[in-house]
């Protein structure tokens, strides 16, 4: 029994002791760090005491200057913190060939809607990205636009009728803003008419909320998953829950079936990959499972993270009146031009409302970082700084955007830095809440149009300002990796009589 107790305790020594060589990595190398915590790495506050912006930014503000990147780990795993921005443009666009790929958890065959384009890598990526490019045009985001119009008249109207029976008008703008974007994806990816303004415990939003807070394991085993990606797929290791994969697969084949048994046709993202679904065979192809992973992507990434930038934006409308005055001011003359209806031209000549957005998007980038893995081994012109391949590269957007070397004053909010002018003055890559390059947010052009226009009509329509409940500084949700307001947004909305 001794024996077995020592063996025992040689075997764990040996395993701590080689966990803890893999953690000096970075010392080794002699690249700036700071030291790891065993077994978290930089992330031994997350989820406690901080939000995952909050532990990167003062990494990227300590070490900027001293070479092109410093070293960072994820629990035992070391990756590269970028610091340059000559780098930055180098990873995201002029090298873009080794550095193709996100390296996140996919496992398209036990997994299926985890073989969506964000997630998947090589090949299998480069293919679906040119199928689906030509589904984010700006001819298609017109076809698109009138049912997102007909989604946001709805949301005046709840808006409307909440803040009258609310006392003293004061609301929790993230969760109305959760369900308008719902039920525009709802109806634009899906086709579902969801009506979740009306019922806030609707199906599909109730298991969009589900995709993005339920998980299959342990916090430890998804960080273990999204860590070692590919080790976690030769494990053949699950992410969503039975539940999740069920609801939004099912949802696509009824809506696939439907459609085609009665030859429907409507001018939404279902109907162009449906378009693509009857090439099958072809290389330009996609089966059902393909269609409800793009489908599924498509809602999970435009459900939180636009609702999140309006709510963002309405708050820092409310605490800077005189952009909310001049917004308004443009929104009502440019309507007027166009017999007061909300059109894809109208949307198109709010040039401050676009620099509002800009804005928004700098100081709450909510994905805060870009991140890609290297195919090959790196040289960035310093032997010392060498990237090796299969090392994870983060890009930390939201250190980047609150650059003072970029954005002097970056806490303060202030549209004018996205005049035609300002931007020309700023080197590329200062400005990447939807990163850049290749691999850029396929989506981006939708994700912005859902919401100009619902910013465009809730300020037409209401009057934003701050409650006493309101927060000066907002705090970060410390569970969620994506950007957004721990308590909510509570604002004061008053309806403008016409």
């Given at each position: 029994?001794?024996?077995?107790?020592a063996?025992?305790?040689?075997?764990?020594?040996?395993?701590?002791?080689?966990?803890?060589?893999?953690?000096?990595?970075?010392?080794?190398?002699?690249?700036?760090?700071?030291?790891?915590?065993?077994?978290?790495?930089?992330?031994?506050?997350?989820?406690?005491?901080?939000?995952?912006?909050?532990?990167?930014?003062?990494i990227?503000?300590?070490?900027?200057?001293?070479g092109p990147?410093?070293?960072?780990?994820?629990?035992?795993?070391?990756?590269?913190?970028?610091?340059?921005?000559?780098?930055v443009?180098?990873?995201?666009?002029?090298?873009?060939?080794?550095?193709?790929?996100?390296?996140?958890?996919?496992?398209?065959?036990?997994?299926?809607l985890?073989?969506?384009?964000?997630?998947?890598?090589?090949?299998?990526?480069?293919?679906?990205?040119?199928?689906?490019?030509?589904?984010?045009?700006?001819?298609?985001?017109?076809?698109?636009?009138?049912?997102v119009?007909?989604?946001?008249?709805?949301?005046?109207q709840?808006?409307?009728?909440?803040?009258?029976?609310?006392?003293?008008?004061?609301?929790?703008?993230?969760?109305?803003?959760?369900?308008y974007?719902?039920?525009?994806?709802?109806?634009?990816?899906?086709?579902?008419?969801?009506?979740?303004?009306r019922?806030?415990?609707?199906?599909?939003?109730?298991?969009?909320?589900?995709?993005?807070?339920?998980?299959?394991?342990?916090?430890?085993?998804?960080?273990?998953?999204?860590?070692?990606?590919r080790?976690?797929r030769?494990?053949?290791?699950?992410?969503?829950?039975?539940?999740?994969?069920?609801?939004?697969?099912?949802?696509?084949?009824?809506?696939?079936?439907?459609?085609?048994?009665?030859?429907?046709?409507?001018?939404?993202?279902?109907?162009?990959?449906?378009?693509?679904?009857?090439?099958?065979?072809?290389?330009?192809?996609?089966?059902?499972?393909?269609?409800?992973?793009?489908?599924?992507?498509?809602?999970?990434?435009?459900?939180?993270?636009?609702?999140?930038?309006?709510?963002?934006?309405?708050?820092?409308?409310?605490?800077?009146?005189?952009?909310q005055?001049?917004?308004?001011?443009?929104?009502?003359?440019t309507?007027?031009?166009?017999?007061?209806?909300?059109?894809?031209?109208?949307?198109?000549?709010?040039?401050?409302?676009?620099q509002?957005?800009?804005?928004?998007?700098?100081?709450?980038p909510?994905?805060?970082?870009?991140?890609?893995?290297?195919?090959?081994?790196?040289?960035?012109?310093?032997?010392?700084?060498?990237?090796?391949?299969?090392?994870?590269?983060?890009?930390?957007?939201?250190?980047?955007?609150?650059?003072?070397?970029?954005?002097?004053?970056?806490?303060?909010?202030?549209?004018?830095?996205?005049?035609?002018?300002?931007?020309?003055?700023?080197?590329?890559?200062?400005?990447?809440?939807?990163?850049?390059?290749p691999?850029?947010?396929?989506?981006?052009?939708?994700?912005k149009?859902?919401?100009?226009?619902?910013?465009?009509?809730?300020?037409?329509?209401?009057?934003?300002?701050?409650?006493?409940?309101?927060?000066?500084?907002?705090?970060?949700?410390?569970?969620?990796?994506?950007?957004?307001?721990?308590?909510?947004?509570?604002?004061?909305?008053?309806?403008i009589?016409?």
């Amino acid at each position: 029994m001794s024996t077995i107790i020592a063996l025992l305790a040689i075997v764990i020594t040996l395993i701590i002791y080689l966990l803890r060589y893999q953690q000096s990595y970075w010392q080794r190398r002699g690249v700036p760090h700071d030291p790891p915590s065993f077994p978290l790495g930089a992330l031994k506050e997350w989820r406690r005491t901080k939000s995952f912006s909050e532990i990167m930014a003062p990494i990227y503000t300590k070490f900027k200057g001293t070479g092109p990147f410093c070293g960072i780990y994820f629990l035992l795993e070391p990756a590269v913190f970028v610091l340059d921005l000559e780098l930055v443009k180098k990873v995201l666009i002029k090298d873009f060939q080794n550095f193709q790929d996100r390296g996140v958890f996919h496992n398209e065959i036990e997994d299926p809607l985890t073989g969506n384009l964000f997630q998947l890598d090589g090949p299998k990526w480069n293919v679906l990205r040119k199928k689906l490019s030509p589904t984010f045009t700006s001819g298609k985001m017109k076809l698109m636009f009138p049912a997102v119009v007909k989604v946001a008249q709805e949301l005046i109207q709840v808006m409307g009728e909440k803040s009258k029976n609310a006392a003293n008008h004061i609301l929790e703008i993230t969760e109305l803003q959760a369900r308008y974007t719902a039920d525009v994806i709802g109806s634009c990816a899906f086709g579902l008419e969801c009506n979740s303004l009306r019922n806030p415990d609707a199906e599909f939003v109730r298991m969009g909320r589900k995709a993005l807070i339920e998980r299959r394991h342990s916090i430890l085993v998804d960080t273990f998953m999204e860590s070692y990606p590919r080790l976690a797929r030769k494990l053949n290791l699950v992410s969503l829950t039975k539940e999740v994969q069920d609801f939004y697969t099912g949802i696509v084949r009824k809506t696939v079936e439907y459609r085609e048994q009665n030859q429907v046709k409507r001018n939404d993202f279902m109907n162009i990959l449906l378009e693509m679904k009857n090439k099958e065979g072809e290389k330009d192809g996609l089966s059902v499972e393909e269609i409800a992973a793009q489908a599924y992507i498509f809602f999970l990434a435009g459900f939180e993270t636009s609702s999140t930038t309006m709510g963002f934006a309405l708050y820092e409308l409310a605490r800077n009146q005189d952009v909310q005055n001049r917004l308004r001011q443009e929104i009502n003359t440019t309507l007027a031009q166009h017999n007061n209806e909300c059109t894809y031209e109208a949307i198109q000549q709010m040039k401050y409302l676009e620099q509002v957005l800009s804005e928004t998007l700098r100081k709450y980038p909510v994905l805060p970082w870009v991140e890609r893995v290297a195919k090959a081994d790196y040289d960035t012109g310093d032997p010392h700084y060498l990237i090796e391949k299969n090392s994870r590269v983060l890009i930390l957007s939201y250190g980047i955007h609150h650059d003072p070397e970029y954005y002097p004053d970056p806490e303060k909010f202030d549209p004018e830095r996205f005049t035609e002018e300002e931007i020309k003055k700023r080197p590329a890559c200062t400005w990447i809440p939807f990163g850049d390059g290749p691999r850029n947010c396929i989506g981006l052009r939708f994700g912005k149009m859902q919401a100009l226009i619902g910013l465009a009509l809730l300020i037409k329509h209401f009057r934003f300002s701050f409650a006493p409940q309101t927060p000066a500084v907002l705090t970060y949700n410390k569970e969620n990796v994506l950007l957004s307001a721990e308590h909510g947004i509570h604002l004061k909305v008053e309806q403008i009589e016409e």
